[in-house]
């Protein structure tokens, strides 16, 4: 119910803005979260941001690199992510849960999260 977009190729040190939309009865009501998965690999979480867009939450490897915002008028969330790295390369997914207005305990494993897109690959080249 989720719809991801935005990714491609970008060469190392790149940015790419990742965009998610959600219908309004659940951008409303929800935490967004962003995830991804390298080939190979487990999903790992990214980070997250808040139902009223006031706090935000980083894995420590994009911290400082990456930026979650929100748009609730748009019902929209975006992860700008810049200085890219090859390491960076996966299928990155949006997802969100219900959550109270000033929820700030952010939930970082993909189970608790109830609502998910359908995946875009960003592809970061060296």
């Known amino acids: 119910q989720l719809q991801a977009s935005g990714g491609g190729l970008v060469q190392a040190g790149g940015s790419l803005r990742l965009t998610c939309g959600a219908p309004?009865?659940?951008?409303?009501?929800?935490?967004m979260g962003w995830f991804r998965q390298a080939p190979g690999k487990e999903r790992e979480y990214v980070g997250a941001?808040?139902?009223?867009?006031?706090?935000?939450d980083y894995a420590d490897s994009v911290k400082d690199r990456f930026t979650i915002s929100r748009d609730n008028a748009k019902n929209t969330a975006s992860l700008q992510m810049n200085s890219l790295q090859p390491e960076d390369t996966a299928v990155y997914y949006c997802?969100?849960?219900?959550?109270?207005?000033?929820?700030?305990?952010?939930?970082?494993?993909?189970?608790?999260?109830?609502?998910w897109g359908q995946g875009t690959l960003v592809t970061v080249s060296s």
């Open positions: 997802a969100a849960y219900n959550s109270i207005l000033t929820d700030y305990n952010f939930r970082r494993k993909g189970s608790e999260y109830s609502y």
């Open positions: 309004g009865r659940i951008f409303s009501r929800a935490v």
């Open positions: 941001i808040s139902r009223n867009g006031m706090a935000t």
